[in-house]
């Protein structure tokens, strides 16, 4: 139960707890599509969530700014921005396969002041403030700690990809001395990127655009609260134009990767 002036991290952690409790319950019934156009839809799941994630936010900072995956941007307060996306991986969902994430940040100007992201299936919520991540499992918080020890790299392979050629995540995975030094992955879901500040990915690689982005702003701040290397897949800092991401436990990790992910630059 929320106090009355609740931290914002708290609130996310509220937020993405809501939106968990409709994807759990709604997983595997009969939904109804609503076509987004080039092959991406939404689900009465995902819509259901983020009325059940706004309601939360609503009643403890209305003011705020929202940018929400299907409802679009609304609030008075442009300096507090909460990137929301109620169901991450909403192909595997429609699919009936339980690996999906719930994402919601806050951005204050160009930080992420706080965020959480929700595993609906595995009961775990990833939450972060500015200067630590942790655990919440049933009801007790443990800090992140990551490690690049499980070598699993996971590529996102969803379109667009603004960088080919010098940069492509396909080419990455076929790469003989990517597969000597890590085993690629392909979750199809943010939660990955998660999964880098837990320690049960050793790094996630995206292309596309990260700014202002409800997929990725969670994970964003999960992995730099718990210490993770996180750049742009040119080693800039992310954030900087539509030139991907580079999350990864370690810095030596990151610098194989980040070399490797260079291989077809000029």
Not at 113 to 141: K, N, Y
Not at 228 to 248: M, N
């Amino acid at each position: 139960m929320l106090g009355r002036m609740p931290a914002d991290a708290e609130i996310a952690v509220a937020m993405v707890a809501a939106g968990a409790e409709v994807v759990r319950r709604r997983f595997g019934a009969v939904l109804e599509r609503i076509d987004k156009g080039g092959g991406d839809f939404a689900t009465s799941a995902d819509l259901e969530a983020e009325t059940a994630m706004l309601a939360v936010l609503r009643a403890h900072r209305p003011a705020d700014a929202v940018m929400a995956e299907e409802s679009g941007e609304g609030g008075d307060d442009p300096s507090r921005t909460w990137l929301v996306d109620p169901l991450c991986g909403t192909l595997n969902y429609a699919a009936r396969m339980p690996v999906v994430a719930v994402n919601a940040a806050l951005r204050a100007g160009d930080r992420l002041v706080a965020a959480a992201v929700a595993d609906p299936f595995g009961g775990d919520i990833l939450w972060a403030d500015e200067a630590s991540a942790h655990v919440r499992v049933d009801g007790c918080d443990s800090v992140l700690a990551p490690t690049a020890a499980t070598c699993l790299v996971d590529l996102n392979l969803d379109p667009p990809f603004p960088n080919a050629p010098a940069f492509s995540a396909v080419s990455l995975a076929a790469d003989p001395e990517f597969v000597a030094g890590f085993r690629p992955r392909v979750v199809s879901s943010s939660v990955a990127l998660a999964w880098v500040a837990t320690g049960q990915r050793a790094a996630y690689i995206t292309d596309g655009d990260a700014r202002a982005s409800v997929h990725f702003a969670a994970g964003i701040a999960l992995c730099e609260a718990a210490g993770c290397v996180v750049t742009d897949v040119f080693g800039e800092r992310w954030g900087g134009g539509p030139t991907g991401l580079i999350a990864a436990a370690d810095s030596d990790t990151h610098a194989m990767l980040l070399r490797l992910a260079g291989k077809r630059r000029p």
